[in-house]
């Protein structure tokens, strides 16, 4: 099991930029891949990035590609999301969650999750 603890959320306007960034602790990190999802009020938890354990295999939702960039940093324990050009409808709580191993976009194959970091683009 590892620990998670999400960080960098905030307000930020249309056409900005935010730096989530995802802290792990009491496990072997870099035998983890590592997603962020998040979550709109009234909205199912939806898949955003995710990252395989050794950084190669990044995977992105269709409606952040080309803006959002996963990372890690496995010396430091730390995931990270580079999120540009910042839309409205980006505003939700994000989620960064490890699983053992195997990369994938599902909300279900991953169990460990940090508690969320609310992130507002105002218009």
């Known amino acids: 099991q590892v620990c998670l603890v999400e960080s960098g959320g905030g307000l930020a306007q249309a056409g900005g930029s935010l730096r989530l960034s995802c802290a792990a602790s009491?496990?072997?990190?870099?035998?983890?891949?590592v997603g962020w999802f998040r979550q709109a009020p009234g909205k199912e938890r939806e898949f955003v990035a995710a990252i395989s354990w050794s950084g190669g295999s990044t995977y992105y939702a269709d409606s952040v590609k080309g803006r959002f960039t996963i990372s890690r940093d496995n010396a430091n324990n730390t995931v990270y999301l580079r999120m540009n050009s910042l839309k409205p409808e980006d505003t939700a709580v994000y989620y960064c969650?490890?699983?053992?191993?195997?990369?994938?976009?599902?909300?279900?194959?991953?169990?460990?999750w940090g508690q969320g970091t609310q992130v507002t683009v105002s218009s």
């Open positions: 009491g496990g072997t990190f870099s035998n983890y891949a």
């Open positions: 969650a490890a699983r053992a191993v195997k990369i994938t976009t599902m909300v279900n194959d991953y169990d460990n």
